[in-house]
Antibody, heavy 119, light 108 residues
Framework: QVQLQQSGPGLVKPSQTLSLTCAISGDTVSSNTATWNWIRQSPSSGLEWLGRTYYRSKWYNDYAISVKSRITINPDTSKNQFSLQLNSVTPEDTAVYYC?????????WGQGTLVTVSS | EIVLTQSPGTLSLSPGERATLSCRAS???????LAWYQQKPGQAPRLLIY???SRATGIPDRFSGSGSGTDFTLTVSRLEPEDFAVYYCQQYLTSPNTFGQGTKLEIK
């Protein structure tokens, strides 16, 4: 059974960097069949995919155009986890952030982290 | 980017009734790259259906998915009280893997 455990601060100041981590159990971040995704949800934007990392003989990343200039998603094979960094945040980045495993539908999700951007 | 449009926005039904939710894609997804999720307040989305018609592990058989190409349907054959929630479709044919805007299934 795959489990995803999210961690990270729930409050970030404007212009600073939002950082979250998703720890994986029951699978490996280096899986050749899964993708590792970050999504956010706000009342105004619904479910918004932010980006993903995945391994297919080498590492790949791709990101949503809306955040591409500000986002980095990194795998950490030593800790079997992946992380999200979103730079230069504004109040519009306030949302619940989720990590999820993609493999023919997204069967496994993290518990969600409410991140508020406020001074 | 593939756009998914769900209808209706809100569906008001009573327990025991049949629910039919629609998802239309802006381009063809074949029959394999469409998923349905259920979300309740304060919870992460829960996968119900993948590959347009395959039930995820532990999902009751009153939930069924159908469709291909650009038109897909989620049917709940006989509503239970715990089925009242928001439902999303998602395509995973191309990146970005986009979601529909959701259908709220509420108790009439």
């Amino acid at each position: 059974q795959v489990q995803l455990q999210q961690s990270g601060p729930g409050l970030v100041k404007p212009s600073q960097t939002l950082s979250l981590t998703c720890a994986i159990s029951g699978d490996t971040v280096s899986s050749n069949t899964a993708t590792w995704n970050w999504i956010r949800q706000s009342p105004s934007s619904g479910l918004e995919w932010l980006g993903r990392t995945y391994y297919r003989s080498k590492w790949y990343n791709d990101y949503a155009i809306s955040v591409k200039s500000r986002i980095t998603i990194n795998p950490d094979t030593s800790k079997n986890q992946f992380s999200l960094q979103l730079n230069s945040v504004t109040p519009e980045d306030t949302a619940v952030y989720y990590c999820a495993r993609g493999s023919g539908g997204w069967h496994y999700w993290g518990q969600g982290t409410l991140v508020t951007v406020s001074s | 980017e593939i756009v998914l449009t769900q209808s209706p926005g809100t569906l008001s039904l009573s327990p025991g009734e049949r629910a039919t939710l629609s998802c239309r894609a802006s381009q063809s997804l074949s029959s394999s790259y469409l998923a349905w999720y259920q979300q309740k307040p304060g919870q992460a989305p829960r996968l119900l259906i993948y590959g347009a018609s395959s039930r995820a592990t532990g999902i009751p058989d009153r939930f069924s998915g159908s469709g291909s190409g650009t038109d897909f349907t989620l049917t709940v054959s006989r509503l239970e009280p715990e089925d009242f929630a928001v439902y999303y479709c998602q395509q995973y044919l191309t990146s970005p893997n986009t979601f529909g805007q959701g259908t709220k299934l509420e108790i009439k």
